[in-house]
């Protein structure tokens, strides 16, 4: 019971989006000694995933889901140091990129956000991203999916090379490939062979939650 | 009705007449000189050429550009040294920047900004200084230069930068950070957003009293990065203070809003801007042209052809653009730019000039199906 108040505290700042409260908070309910993986799953995540089923249903802005985050952010650096050895259980791992050559950030760390929320593993391996490097991070952190951004009709092409990349290193069994950005398109996902096109960011988690399942 | 020039065609449709056509024109910036352009030209494709009407200066600010080891490999660090402080940018710049058109590379991309200006809440105070140092002054021989070559070729539009949230939204801050900062440091936020829409008047006059025939603000709108609060709240007095400046004169104001405008198209719809530029319909909007026309019942929509529709080849282009024009008919207020994205190819060009040159307004679903079927 003592435990709930200390975990409401944690939710209703990260969707109050407190800055300052989510804190306070974080410190109390490590004083008060609540388990730290808890704080994070059921009071900060939640508080997040809130928001974000909002942002799913048009109920919020991004630029609240974006705040909410960051609240979070601020609440994990004071719970982080007590969670040390031990480890939140993640639904899977993802590789996200933005593509050579295109250095849009907003979409791909909106996509990485909200799958955190949903608890995976994201490693974000950051905008303009080459095709070696992507493949190099598929090989050695075996995600179950990775993710590619381009915002440009310009740099879309490059995702088929990272695909080929794939297939030449023969990792391209071992991985679903999920690709968004506004100019692309259900057609250009299929032709250059990719898993799937997310329709938006939303959609797009939607199905990599599917896949894990 | 005659044949209209490209220049008549266009601007009878700015002014929500029914031309002779639909219009069809390129961007000036994207317009490869070749046989293909040639022939598009001939055959129905105008020029849209934005110019600038103002030169700007800094007097008190000194800007220092550096390259190499010391500033991070592959990007320029920018310094704007003022009394107050210093801040800084970095640009990423490909291959091309500086020796094509208009600060593009050869693939036709600006230099990416991959540091901003504006990082902390200090940064704010030093930026207001140097927008309040700012000089504008009026300088239309680039507008009168291109009106000259031009003719009746297509037309020339005075350039306006970015609106004032929106300038500090993509440009000086950064759309997420930006959310951050007016959610921690909004009266810095606001205080600066007021200065830049004070300092813009000059500019709106410059371009306003300017020979060209309209005036664009290059917006950039996406009605997911910028929520209906912060457009209601910044974006709309900043377009009506222009649009009242520009009309006064007689002049068009265009905006181009190039992104996803669904949440935001009743506000649009409210806004004085006479023409929106860059629309993009889907795949890669999220608002379908016919809603649009239909409920900006008082603009003129210039639909920007989508590259996504390039990336499926030359039988895609051709159906999308069929698609299109069986959407709006009878295709009035309606107009059709090649790219507002990126250059396009010669196949490409030469497909939709082939069918825009047959597009006679006013459209019938006979009339598409008889374009359709003379593509054989």
Same mark, same amino acid.
């Given at each position: 019971m003592i435990e709930k108040k200390y975990l409401d505290a944690l939710r209703e700042n990260v969707f109050n989006f407190d800055f300052e409260g989510v804190k306070k908070a974080a410190e109390e309910a490590m004083k008060a000694g609540v388990h730290p993986v808890t704080a994070v799953t059921d009071g900060l995540a939640a508080g997040l995933k809130i928001v974000g089923e909002k942002f799913e249903d048009r109920e919020c802005f991004l630029s609240e889901l974006v705040l909410a985050a960051e609240v979070m952010k601020e609440g994990m650096s004071i719970i982080q140091p007590y969670i040390k050895g031990e480890e939140l259980k993640t639904k899977g791992r993802v590789v996200l990129a933005t593509v050579k050559g295109d250095n849009h950030d907003i979409g791909k760390s909106l996509v990485a956000t909200l799958l955190r929320i949903s608890g995976f593993e994201v490693i974000d391996l950051g905008i303009d991203v080459p095709t070696e490097t992507i493949v190099e991070a598929v090989k050695e952190r075996r995600p179950q999916i990775l993710g590619l951004s381009a915002l440009l009709t310009v740099t879309m092409p490059e995702m088929r090379e990272v695909i080929n990349g794939l297939k030449a290193a023969g990792l391209r069994e071992g991985v679903k490939v999920i690709v968004g950005g506004s100019p692309v398109t259900k057609e250009f996902a299929e032709k250059i062979g990719a898993d799937h096109r997310a329709a938006d960011a939303v959609e797009g988690v939607n199905k990599c939650i599917e896949w894990v399942r | 009705m005659g044949e209209m020039t490209y220049r008549e065609r266009i601007l009878t449709t700015l002014h929500g007449k029914r031309a002779d056509k639909i219009p069809f024109f390129h961007t000036w910036r994207r317009l490869q000189t070749g046989l293909a352009e040639r022939k598009a030209r001939n055959r129905c494709m105008g020029v849209w050429w934005q110019r600038p009407c103002y030169v700007e200066s800094m007097p008190h600010v000194d800007i220092v550009e550096r390259m190499g080891p010391s500033s991070g490999l592959g990007t320029t660090l920018v310094e704007y040294r003022t009394p107050i402080g210093t801040v800084t940018e970095r640009l990423k710049k490909e291959p091309g920047v500086g020796k094509?058109?208009?600060?593009?590379?050869?693939?036709?991309v600006t230099p990416w900004?991959?540091?901003?200006?504006?990082?902390?809440?200090?940064?704010y105070d030093v930026v207001k200084f140097m927008v309040e140092d700012t000089v504008y002054e009026a300088d239309y021989f680039p507008i009168e230069q291109a009106e000259r070559w031009l003719g009746e070729d297509g037309v020339v539009i005075a350039h306006l930068p970015h609106s004032p949230m929106q300038m500090l939204m993509i440009d000086w801050v950064g759309t997420p950070t930006f959310y951050i900062h007016y959610a921690k440091y909004r009266d810095k936020v606001e205080e600066l957003y007021r200065v830049i829409e004070k300092k813009y008047e000059k500019i709106y006059k410059i371009a306003a009293e300017s020979p060209a025939d309209a005036v664009m603000f290059g917006d950039n709108l996406d009605g997911v990065l910028v929520n209906p609060v912060l457009f209601q709240r910044y974006f709309m007095p900043a377009y009506e203070k222009c649009a009242r400046i520009v009309h006064e004169k007689g002049k068009l104001l265009i905006s181009?809003?190039?992104?996803?405008l669904d949440g935001l198209k009743e506000l649009i719809a409210k806004c004085p801007q006479d023409v929106i530029e860059a629309f993009h319909p889907?795949?890669? *909007? &999220?608002?379908p042209l016919r809603e649009a026309l239909d409920l900006w019942k008082n603009k003129v929509i210039l639909v920007g052809f989508p590259g996504s529709v390039y990336a499926l080849g030359t039988e895609a282009v051709r159906k999308h653009i069929i698609d299109l024009l069986r959407s709006v008919?009878? *295709? &009035?207020r309606l107009g059709i730019e090649a790219s507002t994205e990126n250059l396009v190819s010669d196949e490409h060009l030469l497909v939709l000039s082939t069918i825009l040159e047959k597009?006679?307004?006013?459209?019938s679903k006979e009339k598409v199906d008889e374009i359709e079927r003379s593509l054989g």
């Open positions: - | 094509w058109k208009a600060q593009r590379s050869w693939r036709d900004t991959v540091e901003r200006r504006i990082k902390k809440p200090e940064d181009h809003f190039d992104g996803r889907p795949p890669m *909007g &999220d608002l008919i009878p *295709g &009035d597009s006679s307004l006013p459209l």
